[in-house]
């Protein structure tokens, strides 16, 4: 009985620690405050001559904004924010990337990642991508066409490497800064061949594939082993009412039906993780339960069988 017992509670778990290991970025994810190396809102001052921001510490990230969209002409509703930004920064230079540049500049700069570019199912996937293979290879500061600036960014310049906390947990790539070739966009750029897999559903392919989920879990993996503080990513924080550098608009222009409900699991996802840890109780005992009596236990005179005696 134990023999027969053994073998199936054993496969099961196996796929526990398979399953474990696979989501354990995933599951830790979800208790990390994202605190670390925290960014709090400041307000620069202004030179007398130059009546240009003045910061207390040295500029490491260049001068650079960088946005998407699959043309150069911007819909009339994000041109406010994308104005706002402009206007407040005349100093800093201006790349809008297209489909077609983005395109040209991976064939040009990065032609082993050509081939996965091409495949992503989503066009929102190669704007995901984009913004880290730029940022990586210029630095500089990326910026979503439906966040606006209320501030001057010059303080975010200070830092070599930065994202924003996401809500309820994790980073957001829409709002990024970097110095050229910090070697947190490096391991983001090697890691997306391998995170590039089509879950059927367009929101979770696109979150776990290229966008802020897959950004978490790489940021997540990357800070066990960032030590000096070059290679720290810092992490701006949650805006507070009249002290924010962005005015996010939600745009959101890739959202299709699919990711209605998993916004709501996103809220709601304490209840669920622990239905699913229930769910695996159930799945386990039940497998127990099946296996007992698939094999009952043998009566004492006759337990000789079982091993062949």
């Known amino acids: ?93 201006y790349k ?21 570019y091409d495949s992503y199912p989503f066009n929102i996937m190669r704007a ?19 966040e606006g600036c209320q501030s001057r960014l010059d303080p975010l310049l200070t830092y070599p490497a930065w994202v924003r906390k996401a809500d309820p947990t994790g980073v957001s790539n829409s709002v990024m800064g970097s110095t050229p070739r910090h070697p947190f966009f490096l391991r983001v750029m090697l890691e997306l061949k391998d995170y590039n897999f089509n879950w059927r559903v367009p929101y979770i392919t696109v979150m776990y594939a290229t966008g802020p989920l897959f950004l978490s879990v790489i940021w997540k993996q990357y800070k066990r082993w960032a ?9 701006l924080m949650p805006p507070e009412p009249g002290a924010s550098y962005f005015n996010d608009l939600h745009g959101s222009s890739w959202h299709e039906d699919d990711a209605q409900w998993i916004m709501y699991l996103g809220v709601h996802w304490i209840f669920f993780t622990v239905l699913g840890f229930l769910l695996a109780a159930v799945v386990g005992l039940v497998s127990y339960l099946i296996v007992r009596r698939m094999y009952p236990r043998m009566p004492p005179k006759y337990k000789y069988l079982e091993y062949g005696e």
């Not at 001068?63 to 924010?81: D, G």
């Not at 809008?96 to 996965?116: C, G, K, M, V």
């Not at 995901?128 to 439906?146: E, K, N, S, W």
């Open 1 to 93: 009985m134990r023999r027969h017992l053994g073998i199936p509670l054993a496969i099961l778990g196996l796929i526990v620690v398979i399953g474990v290991v696979v989501t354990f970025d995933y599951i830790t994810l979800l208790f990390d405050p994202v605190t670390d190396n925290a960014i709090d809102f400041e307000v620069p001052a202004i030179d007398n001559e130059s009546r240009l921001p003045v910061t207390s510490n040295p500029q490491l990230i260049p001068k650079i904004l960088h946005q998407t969209w699959k043309n150069e002409t911007v819909p009339v509703e994000w041109r406010s924010a994308q104005e706002s930004c402009l206007k407040s920064h005349p100093d800093f230079e």
């Open 128 to 146: 995901d991508v984009i913004r880290y293979f730029v940022l990586a290879h210029f630095g500089g500061i990326y910026i979503d066409l439906d």
């Open 227 to 235: 030590v000096s503080d070059a290679e720290q990513v810092w992490i």
């Open 96 to 116: 809008l990337w297209t489909d077609e540049s983005s395109r040209q500049f991976i064939a040009d700069e990065y032609p082993w990642f050509l081939d996965t």
